[in-house]
């Protein structure tokens, strides 16, 4: 009886699973089939699944029509450096908050993540008036800056929990041992944290990677990224779907490769702080 | 080598006072323990010598020299924590001269005196393993190591046998025993195990709420304990006492007794009651008898006794061994 109803569980809770899995992928997998059908097909009433003319010809069109590399190149430097220098600013911040904390830590903290509550639009004019006096509109350093700041408070954040797991008596031992504060940073605190910094480090590219807001209102020609990139096919005379799909799937393509390469380090930070 | 010398030392924590103003002078090579029930302030106490807490008032004197302001790597003071705290992404190797690398000595001196260290705790096959792969007692030894490669002036010693099992405890408490004959160094070890304390010290300070009950030799302490405190924390199993018209008798608020001062008898004595436990550990058997009007008496008797739950016997102090204490649990002149 009660194995039947385990294996009846089971059942209900993989099929559910499996619900939600193909839910969430299904616009993905819309979005890669639509890249492979010509422009007629893609907006098709009813809408064709598997059997249509199936055409490589967006990718090639794609491909000749715009730079795709040049915009890559730009989504790598600024994914990867805003994260590298957030982290720069955010091991220490995080380091500080976590091992000599004060009555108002955790005021701070939430001061830090109740500005990710603030829609960005809302700072868009006053940011816009500072980079065009700074000369840092449509550059790249701009964009590590901006993002780099935007996703500070949830590196903060992260680290945090991080090193509060690292146990106050190895940093105890350290400081007996002779070890300054940077030292301590260096030799025992990093290394013991670097699979949360790791995860830190990923997720971060993964956001700024796909963050749109900044990159498309900061950006002309030269340093737009990946999503300035797909921005541009949706052309003043309608949308061409086809085309567009297939410039998404050019985009995505490099990030969800690396979430997959790294799912197990991602998976593993992410649940940190939750399973000790 | 070095003296320590607490002076007015105190300590509170946000307005909580957890050392009341204490005075204390420890020799070079003594090794003296804290001993006290947990939250009497004894790591607190340790913490502050060791300079991990700032001291509320009063002064820290390593070697007469003025330590109190001093950060914790500069007092020359090496300290094992009672979770070893190694550092988990090291090997042994690494933990062990981390000290050394810290004071940035040179690669050869490194490796000698780690060699050395690793010589004298019988670490020599684990220097390459990581912390997670050695048992509750290597782990220890480690620990230890990265203690003496430094050749500190003093080691304290926070509770370092507590996490090991009972058989382990004995063996590394002996090893402990062994290493401060060996290397003569100044050493306080805090403990809540008064047999730990007993067995190690020179000289045992009891602690109890932040204040010092007593300091002094560990026999001092069980023959002539100074207060009601340090009278039932001091030998196992703990004193009996008997307070009201027992204790008036002999001019006392209270009456201490210890076990093995209290004689059996199956047919006379001065108290008679019933067996209400006893304990045969082969070489003692402790019998808990149960007086009307008194209470239990526990009594020491030889290993081959053969008493039962039940059993009416009779008890009999031997009255040359009383402790007599005031209503302020002082002990009083005898």
Redesign the interface.
Known sequence: MARAADDRHKWLVTLVAWGLALAIFFPILWTLLTSFKTEAAAVAIPPQFLFFDWTTENYTEVWARTDYLRHFTNSVIIAVGSSLVGLLVAIPAAWSMAFSPTRRTRGVLLWMLSTKMLPAVGVLVPIYLLFKRAGLLDTRTGLVIVLMLSNLPIMVWMLFTYFKEI?R??L????????TAG?ELL??LT??A?PGIASTLLLNVILAWNESFWTLNLTAASTGPLTAFIASFSAPEGLFYAKLSAASTLAIAPIVVLGWLSQKQLVRGLTFGAVK | MASIALKNVSKSFGGREVIASLDLQIERGELVVFVGPSGCGKSTLLRLI?G?EDVSSGEVLIDGRDATML???WRG???V???Y?????MTVRENIA??LK??KRDKETIQRKVNDAARVLNLQDYLDRKPRELSGGQRQRVAIG?AIV?EPVAFLFDEPLSNLDAALRVNMRMEIAALHRQLGATTIYVTHDQIEAMTLADRIVVLNAGRVEQIGSPLELYRRPATLFVAGFIGSPRMNFLDGAEASRHGAATVGIRPEHVSLSASDGRWQGKVSLAEHLGSDTFVHVEVAGLGTIAARAPGDLDVRHGETLWVTPDESCLHRFDEQGRALAA
Do not use: C
Request: charged share 20%.
């Open positions: 146990p008596d190895i105890e031992a350290a400081r007996m041992d002779g070890a030292r030799h025992i290394p013991m670097l | 060791a991990l950060p914790p790597a003071l090496s300290m924590f009672q979770s705290a190694l550092y988990p992404h981390f000290p810290m004071a990265r430094r």
